[in-house]
């Protein structure tokens, strides 16, 4: 049985919300094991504030790059059919190529830092044409002033925003840009038993 996504407890906890939503997209609630969700919210929310109040800068790059590594570990080692890959700088691109578009054309899920006000991460679930299916874990019941930036309600199970792929390119830190290349970061997620194989996806036309 798959679990409806959920949204984060606090301002901070969007690291490790998104990294438990996208174990809850890939993967049935009887496959996780706890070690999984214990693991997460030990590693995430590392960064102190300005005060050194811990937690209150939320999660960092490095944490989401050990996340990754040791998913993949337990991958490897038979415990959970995961597979992971941490990508940073110019590979965080959204579009018809990179490494995020072949991640969720292959039914894998994208957890991506870029911005909100502040820092943000963010779980990609898929693509609908030219827009991003996203699932934010910041709960939000008005709609945006960008009209082209959708609230989805009625798809609790993997996405609750629908975006265009122009927002996320822009090296600025408007509304869901990514940012400058140099704090681009996002992990790349598999179910290995659920993922397509390229081959069985690229398109032929004659």
């Not at 005060?51 to 415990?79: E, N, V, Y």
């Not at 292959?106 to 996203?134: D, N, S, W």
């Not at 993922?195 to 690229?202: E, G, L, N, W, Y």
Request: proline share 5%; with cysteine.
């Amino acid at each position: 049985m798959k679990n409806p996504l959920h949204y984060q407890l606090s301002e901070y906890d969007c690291g490790p919300t998104s990294m438990h939503n996208a174990m809850s997209f890939l993967f049935e609630r009887e496959e996780i094991p706890p070690e999984v969700i214990r693991n997460i919210m030990l590693y995430c929310l590392d960064c102190w504030d300005t005060k050194g109040i811990p937690g209150k800068k939320g999660t960092s790059c490095t944490a989401m790059m050990f996340l990754c590594h040791w998913l993949d570990g337990l991958g490897r080692i038979g415990q959970l059919p995961v597979s992971g890959q941490y990508i940073s700088g110019k590979n965080v691109y959204v579009g018809k190529t990179g490494l995020i578009h072949d991640t969720l054309i292959c039914k894998g899920a994208a957890v991506v830092r870029l911005h909100y006000e502040v820092p943000h991460y963010v779980l990609f679930t898929g693509e609908q044409g030219e827009h991003i299916q996203m699932f934010d874990p910041y709960y939000q019941e008005e709609a945006f002033s960008q009209p082209d930036v959708q609230l989805i309600v009625d798809h609790p199970f993997s996405y609750n925003r629908l975006v265009p792929f122009s927002y996320f390119n822009k090296e600025t830190t408007e509304l869901y840009s990514l940012g400058t290349m140099e704090e681009r970061e996002a992990v790349l997620l598999f179910n290995e038993h659920t993922k397509r194989t390229m081959d069985k996806t690229i398109e032929y036309f004659i």
